[in-house]
Nanobody
């Protein structure tokens, strides 16, 4: 069993930046791929970004591409999501997810991921 712990959420003004982190409780094959999803009130959970263990592969949702940076510290099995130029529509609970392996076409699917964190709230004020 792997636990994912997110941190770094909060209240930010539009135009600002925020970095959220996700640390896995232990390093296993189950965290080979790590990703971020988000869920806004009344909406379905949507993919934000995902990254492979050696960081050779990374994928970003079109809605955030150009505004985010996803990075990974494999020594600590932690991923970091930096979001810039925040907009009120970025307000959501951000969830970290992990799984063993993913084909490129499946990074975007929430059903691909085995483990999920509890989520961290990001609120962007206008």
């Amino acid at each position: 069993q792997v636990q994912l712990l997110e941190s770094g959420g909060g209240l930010v003004q539009a135009g600002g930046s925020l970095r959220v982190s996700c640390a896995a409780s232990r390093r296993t094959a189950s965290t080979n791929v790590m990703a971020w999803f988000r869920q806004a009130p009344g909406k379905e959970r949507e993919f934000v970004a995902g990254i492979s263990r050696n960081s050779s592969l990374s994928y970003y949702a079109e809605s955030v591409k150009g505004r985010i940076t996803l990075s990974r510290d494999n020594d600590n099995d932690t991923v970091f999501l930096q979001v810039n130029s925040l907009k009120p529509k970025d307000t959501a609970v951000y969830y970290c997810a992990a799984t063993t392996m993913v084909s490129s076409g499946d990074y975007y699917r929430s059903s691909t991921y085995i483990y999920w964190g509890q989520g961290t709230q990001v609120t962007v004020s206008s």
